[in-house]
């Protein structure tokens, strides 16, 4: 199927490119849940104050960034910059503000 010129990617692309860059998603997966029990169990356990829905989306994105890195390429800056992002989005809604609308 063509686009502008171009090939578009099928799904098997888009995973094969993903694999080399963030390894299998078996092995992802292992060290996303792995750091997300840790995560919530222990704030379950000893945290002082229930997380938002904000803080609780944004800490399992970030947890799944840290799993990309861990499992695949550690010098890829995407993930770094995701991990400021979702950490901002936090920021901005802990202050009443929108980083998604400058408005």
């Not at 099928?10 to 997300?36: M, V």
């Not at 379950?44 to 989306?57: D, I, V």
């Amino acid at each position: 199927m063509e686009n502008d010129g171009q090939k578009q990617a099928t799904t098997q692309d888009i995973l094969k490119e993903r694999g080399s860059r963030y390894g299998t998603f078996a092995n992802h997966a292992k060290c996303s849940s792995a750091l997300r029990e840790a995560f919530f169990t222990h704030q379950m356990k000893y945290g002082q104050a229930t997380l938002t829905a904000t803080q609780t989306e944004a800490i399992i994105l970030i947890l799944h960034k840290l799993a990309r890195i861990a499992n695949g390429d550690p010098n890829y800056d995407d993930n770094w910059v995701d991990l400021c992002g979702y950490s901002q989005l936090v920021v901005d809604d802990l202050n009443g503000t929108d980083s998604n609308n400058p408005n």
